[in-house]
């Protein structure tokens, strides 16, 4: 059940007003939350697109924004050194399904797409991006006969992704057992071509390996020389960024753990600082953070 804090951050009547900011349930995440009030200018906010800033939804070609995210990063951006979209999806579709281009006051937004194998930022308005590993091809061509094979050839979406690929259970009829169905065909498909399967909310991510949002986020903070950092998340694949923020709050940076629950993943709501109810919940907060932040 959400404290009383996190009900005033998700009441959906309190969308356009100032939510009070949570007290985070560690004493390392109050010490991070302390530390990017005092020093908004040299913090990091790094997001998850789908599940964090997007609500999931059964087409995730349909994913959009929560319509609240815009007013809340413009206010929140320029108050920071840098917000990060991290996201396993392509950087170009992250912007264009965020709405990110070309909006004043987002000038300090980057999306690190792929995992951070692709980069855009707001100030170019480009994607850079290296050749996509040659087993994504093979696995592309392999895909739609273990597929066949093991009978989820209909139900199933396909997710090319340029750098990897994705295939969606949750219109299948049964999505779960189809989804446990393919986790070892898949697997075994990663293995033969060189690339790793990255489970998620009825999704499994074929991809390279060495490609996960710990260490885009730890590069990206290297490089921004940040002093404090804040990342949110929802699924399995952000707890490779969890593990980076308990690294950086090791070595003396502090850091705030968000996450924006749901029923389908708890992996992230039993390690994270400050638990909210999905996007709604994160855009709240990061409006609160803005507000606070002054």
Known sequence: ???????????????????PLPTPATA??????????????????????????????????????HPDALPALTALAP????????????????????????????????????YGAERWDAVRGEVTAPDPH?????VRAELPGILEANGAATGTWTEDKGHAVAVHTRRAADPQG???????????????NGLIVEPGRMVLE??????DKGVALSEYVRELGAECVLYAGDDLGDLPAYAAVDKLRSDGTPGLLVCSGSEEVTELSERADVVVDGPAGVVRLLRAIADAAG
């Open 79 to 114: 108050k920071v050194a840098a917000v990060a979209v991290i996201t396993g999806r392509p950087a170009d579709v992250a912007v264009r399904y965020g709405g990110f281009a070309g909006v004043p006051g987002l000038e300090h937004l980057v999306v690190l797409g792929h």
């Open 28 to 65: 390392n995440g109050r010490d991070g939350l302390a530390a990017l009030l005092a020093r908004p200018a040299r913090a990091l906010i790094a997001l998850d697109f789908d599940g964090t800033l997007a609500p999931i939804v059964p087409d995730p070609e349909k994913a959009r924004a």
């Open 178 to 192: 189809t989804f446990e169905a393919l986790r070892n065909p898949l697997a075994d498909l990663a293995v033969r």
């Open 134 to 138: 040659p087993g994504v091809a093979a």
């Open 1 to 19: 059940m959400a404290s009383d804090q996190e009900k005033d951050l998700t009441d959906p009547d309190r969308a356009d007003s100032t939510a």
């Open 206 to 211: 074929l991809r390279p390996p060495g490609m």
